[in-house]
């Protein structure tokens, strides 16, 4: 989930047992019951409910859909775009689909022309089930599929070391396998599959909650990565991005420093003014920034420079308490350097709700699921931790208990649809126990026999629960009573995104270009 499943603490003390999401997800004692990152794993505990034979179907489905799953997992690995620029990889999750009846009903979703929308539909009425796709990859992490550093097999630096290429194979399997579980129960509804381009950056979801595209959706169903198996109620942040510039006057440093106004020194009275402001924010809030332009030679006053700042807290209000604080910031540092400061909130996201029903169904599929890996598998990942240095346990080989109360410092573009639909949400091991999320160890791992293995067994996990979704109301109806007293007071939902803005910030320009953008829409690019 975005990559931030970054540095966590725990957020708000609670008589309920807390759980700390660690750097890659990894549930950490905080109470009794939580497992720490390489600690041995108790089995969870016996559940009192009978699996749903959903479960049973589901994996028969997934195993006969084996081969254009992979194709996918294996496609998308193989291309690893990055974000805004997946060209490649969303017509790979559309070639899969389109070959499986699903009609594409947009293309270039909300403004991000790596997005789409592709559903299937039967019988009339019915309820609607949505997956949440993902593909774009993180520069500087293409990795071969071996337990060591090694180049990627197509000789980009860029490489799925969050794992979206099963994320994306998981979910869009899912989406097949459903279909072919209603086909033989002759169940009425729609399977609706969000092509999720740009997680990593200005991800489509919050595009697409903008647009409300999920009025009509009675659910949403996704996974993560991560070293361990887990669900439960686990919250997320809200988040801001902006880009703080300050524009100045140049001058020659040497021969006449005061006919310039510097805009760097404004951007440093800025960063001194956030340091300042640390002392007086909740523990629960999150500042982190980088300087994006800073000048280009030090004996010219830099007439611009520019910051990339984040601002992350519990919910929406806390956000944009924040940022009006950082505006003021910003306006303060301009006069003291006689510059002028622009603020642009370019992108924002609302806080992960989670969904006690969905998330307690979603577990007891989850047991229903062995988690077992071949020799091969589990000596690839000790070697990986050898290669790391972290002890040498390998896969995680069984389910954590349901969490009560989970708390993540991080942001994901989730939370947007969280506030809009009943959302279901789990986690899954494809990485080594002891590894943090976005490292070389995640790429490879997403290559191979792990990869593949998490990534049918996700697919069978949230194609058993969408169907039980779409054949139970009682189940439909408490994940939509669950979401109304969670957003019980507060206020209504309003995109973090301004109305101006009609598209991410840095899209790529050959995907911005005037005169008809074939390089998404009519060319037919080779697949792989």
């Known amino acids: 989930m975005e990559s931030d499943m970054g540095s966590k603490r725990g957020l708000r003390p609670s008589g309920r047992r807390e759980v700390v999401l660690g750097v890659a997800g990894t549930a950490m004692a905080a109470g009794s019951g939580a497992t720490a990152p390489g600690a041995a794993q108790a089995p969870a505990p016996p559940t009192a409910l009978a699996l749903p034979p959903s479960s049973r179907a589901a994996g028969r489905a997934v195993a006969e859909l084996r081969d254009p799953i992979l194709r996918i997992s294996r496609g998308v690995w193989a291309k690893a775009e990055l974000s805004l620029a997946e060209v490649l990889s969303h017509a790979i999750h559309l070639r899969e689909l389109e070959a499986a009846a699903f009609r594409v009903t947009s293309r270039g979703t909300a403004g991000v022309p790596t997005a789409f929308v592709a559903e299937w539909r ?3 009425g019915g309820p609607v089930i949505g997956y949440l796709p993902e593909y774009d990859a993180l520069p500087g992490l293409g990795n071969a599929a071996e337990p060591r550093q090694a180049p990627g097999p197509t000789g980009t630096d860029s490489g799925h070391g969050c794992g979206h290429n099963m994320i994306g194979a998981g979910c869009t399997g899912a989406a097949l396998a459903l279909k072919r579980l209603m086909e033989a129960a002759g ?5 609706r599959v969000y092509g999720c381009a740009a997680e990593e950056t200005e991800g489509a979801k919050v595009y697409m909650a903008r647009a409300g595209l999920f009025g009509d959706v009675d659910a949403v169903l996704a996974w993560h990565p991560a070293p361990v198996a887990a669900a439960g109620l686990v919250r997320m942040n809200a988040t801001n991005n902006a880009k703080i510039a300050f524009r100045g006057r140049t001058a020659h440093a040497g ?11 404004a951007a440093e009275l800025f960063a001194a003014g956030v340091q300042a402001m640390r002392e007086h924010i909740l523990p629960s809030a999150r500042i982190h920034y980088i300087y994006e332009n800073a000048g280009v030679a030090p004996n010219v006053i830099p007439d611009f420079a520019q910051l990339w700042i984040t601002i992350r807290d519990l919910d929406r209000p806390k956000v944009e308490a924040m940022t009006a604080w950082l505006r003021q910031i910003a306006e303060g540092a301009a006069l003291m350097t006689q510059t002028r400061a622009e603020v642009d909130v370019f992108f924002g996201m609302y806080d992960l709700l989670p969904n006690e029903p969905l998330a307690r169904h979603l577990h007891r599929h989850m047991e229903a699921v062995p988690l077992e890996w071949s020799a091969e598998e589990q000596d690839f990942a000790r070697a990986c931790q050898r290669a790391m240095g972290v002890a040498e346990r390998g896969m995680a080989t069984s389910l954590l208990p349901f969490i009560e109360n989970g708390a993540a410092g991080g942001s994901t573009d989730i939370g947007d649809i969280s506030h809009q639909v009943p959302t279901g949400v789990f986690i899954w091991p494809t990485l080594p126990l002891g590894i943090g999320l976005h490292t070389w160890p995640v790429t490879a791992c997403a290559g191979m026999g792990i990869g593949d293995r998490a990534t049918l067994q996700t ?3 949230l194609a058993a629960a969408g169907f039980d979704l779409m054949t139970d109301a009682a189940l439909r109806e408490a994940a939509r009573a669950d979401l109304r007293r969670r957003r019980e007071g507060l206020p209504a939902f309003v ?4 109305t101006s803005r009609t598209g991410p910030l840095a899209l790529p320009p050959f995907l911005t270009k005037t005169g008809g953008d074939e390089v998404v829409s009519g060319m037919q690019p080779d697949l792989g």
């Open 122 to 124: 039967q019988g009339s």
């Open 187 to 191: 169940t009425a509804g729609t399977v």
């Open 255 to 265: 021969n006449a420093p005061w006919e310039g106004r510097s805009a760097l020194k």
């Open 459 to 461: 697919a069978r996990i």
């Open 495 to 498: 995109s973090p995104i301004p």
